[in-house]
């Protein structure tokens, strides 16, 4: 049991941690939605979310580096671990807008959207929480994407 506890300690603290991380989160929260996720494995080349189909789980990405592929533009971001993919689609309740592929070994915690909205539902201000945090990163990503096109001209 102590060799669990300290692998989950490990990998909160690379959720917590990261660069482009649900920056809102709290301890707590972090414990609701951990609770709540599986642990899944993706080997390289293997996609995680492929464009036009509907997963309906939220990643957050433990070890590993994927890369975000868009329909037109080819690779358009990598992610790596303590990052969110699949966050578009469960915000539109949709189909996911690009192809993400392991680009190495891949750990992730997969979040249901059931469980999610059950979440949120019992939990009004993890949800509060969560979406700022996606929003956020979100915001983060097309300064990024605007950034990287003024550079290429």
Known sequence: M???DTANEHLLTVLQTAKNRLEYLTPNDWTLLVDKA???HFKRDEALLQFGKQ???VYLLLKGNVRVDGAIYGQIAQLGPGEVCGEMAFLENSQA????V???EVEAY???WSALTDLFELFPHLGSRFYRSLAVNLSRRL???I???KNIK
């Open 2 to 4: 102590q060799k669990r």
């Open 38 to 40: 599986k642990i899944v």
């Open 55 to 57: 997963t309906r789980s």
């Open 97 to 100: 807008s690009a192809t993400v």
């Open 102 to 104: 392991a680009i190495d």
């Open 110 to 112: 997969a979040l249901e």
């Open 143 to 145: 300064r990024d994407q």
């Open 147 to 149: 950034s990287a096109k």
